[in-house]
């Protein structure tokens, strides 16, 4: 039972999937507009109604990138909040590696580029990240975090 004059509306965070694909030291990023303007992050994207997590990034990192993706492990599990829209992001980060490259691929809408970065490079880059969870996806992958693929399990 809610107290009188509180917001019973319940709330709802929203679920992405995301890839961190690295390849020779470099991790693969895309540029993309977004309400906040240009952003860098992991090929990433909201989870659908009747896929897993897994299908999602797969998918997600092929239309941002034209990668095509499998995932290895999951990284983990993260959230963010964004005061000024009042949205919450839950993001499963996964682990990839390349299995192909659709070079005549259009990407998404709002895409502008994929883009290979090192560590020190994407820290650097001119172009602000997306989300505080961009580098923090990285440092965790270089410090070698992993859990199995099953550790999310849908029924």
């Not at 599990?77 to 691929?105: K, M, N, Q, S, W």
């Not at 996806?137 to 859990?147: N, S």
């Amino acid at each position: 039972m809610s107290e009188p004059g509180l917001d019973t509306t319940q709330w709802m965070p929203h679920v992405v999937a995301a890839a961190i694909v690295e390849r020779d030291g470099k991790f693969l990023m895309v540029e993309e507009h977004t309400a906040e303007g240009l952003r860098l992050n992991q090929p990433a994207g909201h989870w659908e109604r009747g896929e897993t997590l897994i299908d999602a990034v797969r998918r997600e990192t092929l239309e941002e990138t034209a990668h095509h993706v499998e995932p290895t492990a999951l990284l983990g599990c993260y959230t963010t909040h964004y005061p000024r829209r009042d949205i919450t992001y839950l993001r499963f980060a996964y682990v990839c590696g390349v299995t192909g490259f659709d070079a005549e691929r259009p990407l998404d809408h709002g895409i502008v580029r994929a883009l290979w970065l090192t560590p020190d490079e994407l820290a650097a880059h001119p172009t602000p990240h997306r989300s505080p969870l961009v580098m923090r996806c990285v440092r965790d992958y270089l410090a070698g975090r992993r859990f199995p693929l099953d550790f999310v399990s849908h029924a």
